[in-house]
């Protein structure tokens, strides 16, 4: 949840915009995230409650959010079982909707920010690892597999740019390259940041020119000439379709971070003219944004499937969503309790979702552009916030361009 609301907030900083009459939605969207992790981050000192429910109960089940009766356990990291991971994803999504909310809300704005910064405190200052604090219960589901360095330089890169604070620029320096500096990495998702902070901190760089920011730049450029094909560094794997393809479980969230990667390096290179440099060549905005548009587009139906994979858009979308709402028939259309074991009957069912999960963006097709659609593959079928987030802040830009096919 909180790396959804940090895209979702930068989705808003770059292209809310282009958002039109949506930008409240975004911005109401975004609030219902950090009143929770706000609640979450202040109700016990030194803690952060981070996980409700034990998601090897809640596995054990299909069945409706208003029938469950699994145990709704509350799990927090201390200063005693550290969690800087999910500590510093919070304190970067608080700080990045400080800024979403800096002019139309102040006093809530101000709010944010005074707890990320206590919240960045206590991640760094505690350090460790969630996976390891609360072990099965965010194992296998939710692990940590990249650790909790990448988060600390991600939440002190958006503490940075929502402060203007010194002492953030002091940190990122100081710690840079023990948080991962310099290290070049080749996809950006909710476990691992650093594509990420590079972009982001590249801006510094690229738009103020300042000078201890060129490290991300030139690192921002590696991630950028790792997509283009033709780039002497190239090593992405596209689909014969086109699709950028990382792994097949849940691709189409690295599909929608890289799209709005791609815009957001694009504008920063805009605003002073700049290209990314891939050895002896160089790539200008213009092929990011069209090779960003690419992904959109394949998403939304231009695919050689022919299949959108945002439920409830175009002519053919998927219809058996793993997803336990909206597979089991609502309350109005059976109003009677479907226990635990009961619901699995239509996990199973080869009917379609009898409602529609609309404007969810599913985990996508296999690396040759082949969809299950089937609501037990969970790999190809189940959607996620996650997806959904920086995918935002990419159809908006999209949304404010008049381009001809």
């Known amino acids: 949840m909180a790396f959804t609301t940090t895209l979702l907030s930068w989705s808003v900083i770059e292209f809310g915009s282009s ?31 981070v996980q409700v429910g034990d998601p090897n109960m809640d596995h054990h089940c299909w069945e409706r959010p208003e029938d469950m009766d699994t145990p709704r356990n509350v799990y927090k990291v201390s200063t005693q079982n550290p969690g800087s991971d999910v ?38 200052k505690y350090r460790g690892s969630y996976s390891d604090s609360l072990n099965s219960v965010v194992c296998p589901f939710y692990c940590s597999y990249s650790g909790y360095l990448d988060e600390l330089l991600w939440g002190a890169s958006w503490l940075h740019r929502a402060s203007q604070n010194s002492s953030y620029l002091a940190y990122i320096q100081s710690n840079g390259h023990i948080l991962g500096a310099d290290d070049d990495d080749y996809s950006f998702s909710w476990d691992d940041k650093r594509a990420g902070t590079k972009v982001l901190l590249s801006k510094g760089f690229l738009e103020k020119n300042t000078q201890e920011f060129q490290l991300y730049k030139a690192h921002s450029d590696n991630y950028i000439c790792s997509l283009i094909p033709g780039s002497s560094s190239f090593q992405a794997q ?70 959108s994979y945002m439920v409830g858009f175009g002519e053919r979308y998927p219809q ?42 599913l985990g996508g097709p296999d690396n040759r552009d082949n969809f299950a659609d089937d609501r037990n593959n969970y790999q190809q079928s189940e959607p996620a916030t996650y997806i959904n987030a920086p995918f935002v802040g990419a159809v908006a830009f999209f949304s404010s361009k008049t381009t001809t096919n």
């Open 320 to 361: 058996h969503v793993h997803h336990r709402g909206s597979s089991l028939p609502s309350i109005h259309a059976h109003p009677d309790h479907i226990a635990c074991n009961d619901g699995f009957q239509y996990l199973y069912s080869r009917s379609p979702n009898p409602n529609v999960l609309t404007g969810a963006i």
């Open 87 to 124: 500590a510093a994803e919070t304190a970067a999504a608080l700080a990045a909707a400080s800024v979403v909310f800096k002019d139309s809300d102040p006093s809530y704005s101000t709010k944010l920010l005074k707890t990320a910064m206590k919240v960045f405190d206590f991640a760094d």
């Open 238 to 307: 596209y689909t014969a379709g086109g699709l950028f393809y990382k792994a097949s479980e849940s691709n189409l969230q690295y599909v929608t971070t890289t799209a709005f990667l791609l815009l957001t390096y694009a504008k920063y290179l805009s605003s002073n003219g700049g290209v990314a440099t891939c050895g002896s060549s160089t790539v200008k905005a213009e092929n990011l944004i069209a090779l960003a548009k690419k992904q959109v587009d394949y998403i939304l139906g231009d695919n050689p499937a022919k299949m």
């Open 19 to 49: 958002m039109q009459n949506h930008l409240e939605n975004a911005k109401a969207a975004i609030r219902w995230g950090t009143d929770y992790l706000l609640k979450a981050s202040t109700a016990t000192p030194g803690a952060l409650y």
